[in-house]
């Protein structure tokens, strides 16, 4: 009987907890995408779910040349990995201006920009970029009813975009509007909230342009969102978890077809009763800000958590009987983005085995800049 997608034929040369990655599911993702958007040059996927430069050379060797990212860090990886397109949404802020400013002129090969939702951020961004003798490019990020960050996409949002096109060391590059508020299951109920919160974007961009200000780019929504936003010839999509998904988004978006692309891996550490086994899947080594099932276990998908704790995670199953300690368990993570970032590392599957490892270069805060 041949093994499980997700099982490793090599699996006791793997320490536990592991995080498992598999690139021919990687790349088939990445060609759904695509396919889904209409599109190269119609995506934007973000970056903070991988984390790993070879994620970028994957998007990039299939023809993607624009990304999103959250943090510098993310921006540098990305760069480094030879992105040509890099949006920092993110409003840049204290410190983290220069850190943008130096990314610009250490990496003269990759257009960067940023997002800006604050007229004072706005001017302190242009003053770093005229005293570095440079341009900095920045979007708008408009608050369409996540009430996270960003501007009301009204007279306001209107006046901070011509602010830009008027700014010295700036470039006016569009309009951001990321929608993650909006994952209804239902899907008719999803598109009718997504079609009411982008006619916002689009009646400020009329605006703008009814006035002879030039918006040459709308970067819009995340996952849940990402069919309708596709069906706009005129809008950037950045979806993020689509390259990996994971347990949540395979429950909640059934109408979206895309492949798990990552495991955890986890053993068995004790049998503390009838039923009972606890495994080394702790906080630091799955996303623990949801309520359980914070992970599907493949083998034992009935299994149930009695507590979490930061290196442990006791389960109640009625497969505990043929699990022994150091039994080896597959996990589907509930939250896969801020999962990667408990892990240093990714263990590679390839043909069943696991076959090198890729560093999680951004996790770290900070690289070299």
């Known amino acids: 009987m041949p093994l499980p997608w997700y099982a490793i034929q090599n699996a006791d040369e793997v320490p536990s907890p592991a995080l498992l990655v598999y690139p021919?599911?990687?790349?088939?993702?990445?060609?759904?995408?695509?396919?889904?958007?209409g599109g190269v040059d119609r995506l934007r996927p973000h970056m903070k779910t991988s984390k790993i430069s070879e994620v970028v050379r994957m998007h990039l060797d299939q023809g993607i040349t624009r990304y999103k990212v959250a943090t510098i860090a993310e921006a540098e990886m990305a760069a480094s990995a030879g992105a040509p397109d890099v949006l920092l949404a993110y409003q840049p802020v204290g410190p983290n201006i220069g850190r943008l400013i130096r990314l610009i002129s250490t990496f003269p090969g990759t257009a960067f920009s940023a997002l800006v939702d604050d007229e004072m951020n706005a001017r302190l961004l242009s003053k770093a970029a005229v005293e570095a003798d440079g341009v900095v490019h920045l979007f708008?990020?408009?608050?369409?009813?996540?009430?996270?960050?960003?501007?009301?996409?009204?007279?306001?949002?209107?006046?901070?975009?011509?602010?830009?096109?008027?700014?010295?060391?700036?470039?006016?590059?569009?309009?951001?509007?990321?929608?993650?508020?909006?994952?209804?299951?239902?899907?008719?109920?999803?598109?009718?909230?997504?079609?009411?919160g982008f006619a916002l974007?689009?009646?400020?961009?009329?605006?703008?342009?009814?006035?002879?200000v030039m918006v040459p780019t709308v970067v819009a929504g995340g996952t849940p969102t990402f069919p309708f936003h596709a069906a706009r010839p005129?809008?950037?999509?950045?979806?993020?978890?689509?390259?990996f998904w994971d347990l949540n988004y395979s429950t909640n978006l059934p109408d979206l077809d895309f492949l798990p692309a990552v495991m955890l891996l986890t053993r068995v550490i004790s049998k503390p009763g009838p039923n009972r086994i606890c495994v080394d899947l702790g906080h630091k080594a799955v996303a623990s800000e949801n309520p359980h099932p914070r992970a599907l276990f493949m083998d034992a998908p009935d299994a149930e958590a009695l507590g979490h704790s930061e290196e442990h995670?006791?389960?109640?199953?009625?497969?505990?009987?043929?699990?022994?300690?150091?039994?080896?368990?597959?996990?589907?993570?509930?939250?896969?983005?801020?999962?990667?970032?408990?892990?240093?590392?990714?263990?590679?599957?390839?043909?069943?085995?696991a076959a090198e490892r890729w560093k999680v270069v951004a996790r770290a805060r900070t690289i070299t800049i």
């Open 24 to 37: 021919d599911r990687v790349e088939e993702n990445i060609r759904r995408m695509i396919v889904l958007a």
């Open 140 to 196: 708008v990020d408009l608050d369409i009813g996540m009430h996270r960050s960003g501007i009301d996409a009204g007279p306001a949002a209107g006046a901070l975009y011509r602010l830009l096109s008027e700014l010295p060391g700036v470039h006016a590059a569009g309009l951001h509007a990321y929608d993650g508020h909006i994952h209804n299951v239902d899907l008719a109920v999803r598109k009718k909230r997504c079609e009411e």
């Open 201 to 212: 974007v689009r009646r400020l961009r009329d605006h703008l342009m009814a006035q002879g």
């Open 234 to 243: 005129d809008v950037e999509c950045s979806p993020g978890t689509t390259v």
């Open 313 to 353: 995670l006791p389960l109640e199953t009625e497969h505990a009987a043929r699990l022994a300690v150091g039994s080896t368990l597959y996990a589907m993570p509930w939250h896969v983005c801020p999962t990667v970032a408990l892990h240093s590392e990714a263990v590679v599957i390839r043909d069943g085995r």
